[in-house]
């Protein structure tokens, strides 16, 4: 098992940056990639960004692509999500989610098989 403690939510102004952080603990070596996901209420999970565990690449959904940044620091086992440029249509309860299996990045919830609490992101205009 991966235990995976997010942080970094918050209510921010449209326009506005905030940074999620999510660091790893447990089986790491065994984790392939990690990504963010976000929840609006009522619906199902949406991938909003991954990164590779070995070779770093990144993979994005098209709406966040050029506002938001995912990356890691391999020494603290964590990764971060840069969110710039938020807007309303942001505001989600995030969280970071770990795949021990795929070696391509997998945009399906149910390919993840650890899971953190989720941080919740309000973004007022």
């Known amino acids: 098992q991966v235990q995976l403690v997010e942080s970094g939510g918050g209510s921010v102004q449209a326009g506005s940056s905030l940074r999620l952080s999510c660091a790893a603990s447990g089986r790491t070596l065994s984790v392939a990639s990690m990504g963010w996901f976000r929840q609006y209420p009522g619906k199902d999970r949406a991938f909003v960004a991954a990164?590779?565990?070995?070779?770093?690449?990144?993979l994005y959904t098209d709406s966040v692509k050029g506002r938001f940044a995912i990356s890691r620091d391999n020494a603290k086992n964590t990764i971060y999500l840069q969110m710039n440029g938020l807007k309303s249509e942001d505001t989600a309860v995030y969280y970071c989610?770990?795949?021990?299996?795929?070696?391509?990045?997998?945009?399906?919830?149910?390919?993840?098989?650890?899971w953190g609490q989720g941080t919740q992101v309000t973004v007022s205009s």
């Open positions: 989610a770990a795949q021990t299996t795929y070696r391509r990045i997998p945009t399906d919830q149910y390919r993840y098989d650890n």
């Open positions: 990164i590779y565990w070995t070779d770093n690449r990144t």
